[in-house]
């Protein structure tokens, strides 16, 4: 299995853009999690889907973020406007069943950099 | 509010010493904690725990939890400057699948 699938790896944007994040989970987890990551806060859970439904987003931070999850292969996370502050690295991850914890596969990251 | 707490924040030894990394948390509805290894991508799971007093070990990697007092140990023996990595605890919520992270540990091992 390729494991979790993030595009794009590295992504430089400008104050007021709008950013799209995408990630493939690994096929047959009903689990998707968005992770952000920073010098200051550490990881944060953004928000997670069970069988392609939302089921937690108290983690976003504001409106400006979303995100969808159209099909069990496919997710976004969507900054709009984005803000120097969004730098971080944003973590997609999947996983299998109510076990979480040493089943949750994490993708290789999407390093955001909004100046 | 849950919260997870690592110590120290950053460490530096040198190769073959022993360090104990420390994680603290108070949550509600625990189910598990774990350690993930971070090297300057995605996390690698290293060790889940859910029973008080029962270490579990991995080669020169060991961890244990004491659910009484709140907090895991991991201990890296004889380190190798493979070893240098950022160590996250994270804490499992029983209810709604949650990982809780800790800050982490920047570990860095001299040759």
Known sequence: DAGVIQSPRHEVTEM???VTLRCKPISGHDYLFWYR??????LELLIYFN???PIDD????????SAKMPNASFSTLKIQPSEPRDSAVYFCASSSGQTF????YFGEGSWLTVV | EDKVVQSPLSLVVHEGDTVTLNCSYEVTNFRSLLWYKQEKKAPTFLFML????IEKKSGRL?????????????????TQTGDSAVYLCAVELSNTGKLIFGQGTTLQVKP
């Not at chain 1, 990551?37 to 550490?42: E, F, H, V, Y």
């Not at chain 1, 108290?58 to 973020?65: C, T």
């Not at chain 1, 914890?101 to 949750?104: D, E, P």
């Not at chain 2, 007092?69 to 991991?74: R, Y």
């Open chain 2, 62 to 78: 060991s961890s244990i939890l004491d659910k009484k007092e709140l907090f895991s140990i991991l201990n890296i023996t004889a």
């Open chain 1, 101 to 104: 914890g040493n089943t949750i």
């Open chain 1, 16 to 18: 007021g853009q709008e």
């Open chain 2, 50 to 53: 859910t029973s008080s007093g």
């Open chain 1, 58 to 65: 108290s983690g976003m931070p504001e409106d400006r973020f």
């Open chain 1, 37 to 42: 990551q920073t010098m200051m806060r550490g």
């Open chain 1, 51 to 53: 069988n392609n439904v």
